[in-house]
Nanobody, 127 residues
Framework: VQLQASGGGLVQAGGSLRLSCAASGSIFRVDAVGWYRQAPDKQRALVAE???????NYVDSVKGRFTISRDYAKNTWYLQMNSLKPEDTAVYYCHADVTLREYDSGSYHYSQLNDNWGQGTLVTVSS
């Protein structure tokens, strides 16, 4: 399974960016998806997620500014970031739990593969 994140860049405070993450591989279904970020000298932390039951959660600091969404048909999810602040500067990582489907010996086999990460995309917000 590969997760390819894109959309980061340099933006002024108050601006907007949209991150995308596309999953590929022997995927039957992308289950929970999320975005995490890691600022310099800080640990990676959850920003937003869509759980397997469809619940959406945000860290308090981005509520009302960021929106997570997904396109089930394309195995892709997004993070729309508005009203960006310098403290949003970080490397953003996409995350997903997936159900795999592989064909072998005349039948399909399903397995769960959790904790998949994209390569990270840098978001820099200037003041």
């Amino acid at each position: 399974v590969q997760l390819q994140a894109s959309g980061g860049g340099l933006v002024q405070a108050g601006g907007s960016l949209r991150l995308s993450c596309a999953a590929s591989g022997s995927i039957f279904r992308v289950d929970a998806v999320g975005w995490y970020r890691q600022a310099p000298d800080k640990q990676r932390a959850l920003v937003a997620e869509i759980t397997t039951t469809g619940n959406i959660n945000y860290v308090d600091s981005v509520k009302g500014r960021f929106t997570i969404s997904r396109d089930y048909a394309k195995n892709t999810w997004y993070l729309q970031m508005n009203s960006l602040k310098p403290e949003d500067t970080a490397v953003y990582y996409c995350h997903a739990d997936v159900t795999l489907r592989e064909y072998d010996s005349g039948s399909y086999h399903y397995s769960q593969l959790n904790d998949n990460w994209g390569q990270g995309t840098l978001v820099t917000v200037s003041s």
